[in-house]
């Protein structure tokens, strides 16, 4: 059975930095290494948004929001992606949540984390 867990949410001033990380679990390392893995947020009242995303080759995206705040990156032999964000804004506040998706064969998988909440408050 396939997991995904996210760590690392918290509550931190403005202009602070926060890192996430999302490990998943039931999959071999090279499974892993062939899904795209991406961050979402979905703050109260608001849709979720994706932040980032990584595919399999290690092509990164941003949200507009976040970019040149934050980073994503993949470890495949931890199973393990992660965000690391700086420079954080009480709008970030928001569950973050941990996805992983392939398109294969023409059916997509998909799988989503519990989330980790992000609290950006003075």
């Known amino acids: 059975q396939v997991q995904l867990v996210e760590s690392g949410g918290g509550l931190v001033q403005p202009g602070g930095s926060l890192r996430l990380s999302c490990v998943a679990s039931?999959?071999?390392?090279?499974?892993?290494?062939?899904?795209?893995m991406g961050w979402y947020r979905q703050a109260p009242g608001k849709q979720r948004e994706l932040v980032a995303k990584i595919t399999s080759g290690g092509t990164t995206n941003y949200a507009d929001s976040v970019k040149g705040r934050v980073t994503i990156s993949r470890d495949n032999a931890k199973n393990t992606v992660y965000l690391q964000m700086n420079g954080l804004k009480p709008e970030d506040t928001a569950v973050y949540l941990c996805?992983?998706?392939?398109?294969?064969?023409?059916?997509?998988?998909?799988?989503w984390g519990q989330g980790t909440q992000v609290t950006v408050s003075s």
């Open positions: 996805n992983a998706y392939q398109l294969f064969r023409g059916i997509p998988y998909e799988y």
């Open positions: 039931g999959w071999s390392r090279s499974i892993f290494s062939m899904y795209a």
